[in-house]
């Protein structure tokens, strides 16, 4: 695997449902990132990690719990959700630290639907 | 805070021809960076361009120009001898240092570009 790989690619869950998304990267990054993209919408911004410690957490609903074991992995536990949570969540990584920002990579995105 | 405001939400541009992508953005950083990410329908966001706010110079990789105008906040992409695989959504973001080693980035709303043959 290359690059920054995301399992599943599709989930439909119900609103009772609990369940993981899962981002790994193999770059070698210390900063990995998920974002929510719904139609017709800036992608946003949800949670940041940099050096597995989380260093952003954009004002998402507790419904979202993120879990960064280690700085190549990166999970998004999801509980409750309501059908407007359905969006693609794409994960990216980067590396951070020096004078130079590095650019972002991103995964191909989970597509979840909430029922 | 930064806002990127895309007001195209879609272009069209015959194959071979060339097609300019609109994007401005707000920021009261005096050090950032700007983008232009694409998306193609398989969902895999890939850098196209990047452009350092300190840097006069315009960006250029390959068919893909940008034209950095930082008094006005300007920031447009030219595709030039546009393909078919140049189809996708196109996003413009900027990216400021938010402490320490904390990059935020932000996203326009995207343009769809269509490429006809």
């Known amino acids: 695997e290359t690059g920054v790989t995301q399992t599943p690619r599709h989930l439909v869950m119900g609103m009772t449902n609990k369940k993981s998304l899962k981002c790994e990267q193999h770059?070698?990054?210390?900063?990995m990132y998920w974002y929510k993209q719904s139609a017709k919408k800036p992608l946003e911004l949800m949670f940041v990690?940099?050096?597995?410690?989380?260093?952003e957490n954009n004002s998402v609903p507790s419904r979202f719990s993120p879990e960064c074991p280690n700085s190549s992995h990166l999970f998004l536990h999801l509980h409750t959700l309501q059908p407007e949570d359905s969006a693609l969540y794409l994960c990216?990584?980067?590396?951070?630290?020096?004078?130079?920002?590095?650019?972002?990579?991103f995964g191909p995105g989970t597509r979840l639907t909430v029922l | 805070a930064q806002t990127v405001t895309q007001s195209q939400p879609e272009m069209s541009v015959q194959e071979a021809e060339t097609v300019t992508l609109s994007c401005t953005y707000d920021?009261?950083?005096?050090?950032?960076?700007l983008f232009w990410y694409k998306q193609p329908p398989s969902r895999q966001m890939i850098l196209v361009i990047r452009?350092?706010?300190?840097?006069?110079q315009n960006a250029t990789e390959n068919r893909f120009s940008v034209n950095f105008q930082k008094a006005a906040k300007s920031f447009s992409l030219k595709i030039s001898d546009s393909q078919l695989g140049d189809a996708a959504m196109y996003f413009c973001?900027?990216?400021?240092?938010?402490?320490?080693?904390?990059?935020?980035?932000?996203f326009g709303k995207g343009t769809l570009l269509t490429v006809n043959p």
């Open positions: 990216a990584s980067s590396q951070v630290g020096g004078a130079r920002y590095n650019e972002q990579f």
């Open positions: 770059l070698g990054h210390n900063a």
């Open positions: 990690y940099n050096f597995k410690e989380q260093t």
């Open positions: 920021t009261s950083e005096s050090d950032y960076y």
């Open positions: 452009q350092e706010a300190y840097k006069q």
């Open positions: 973001a900027s990216l400021f240092n938010s402490g320490g080693s904390n990059y935020k980035l932000t």
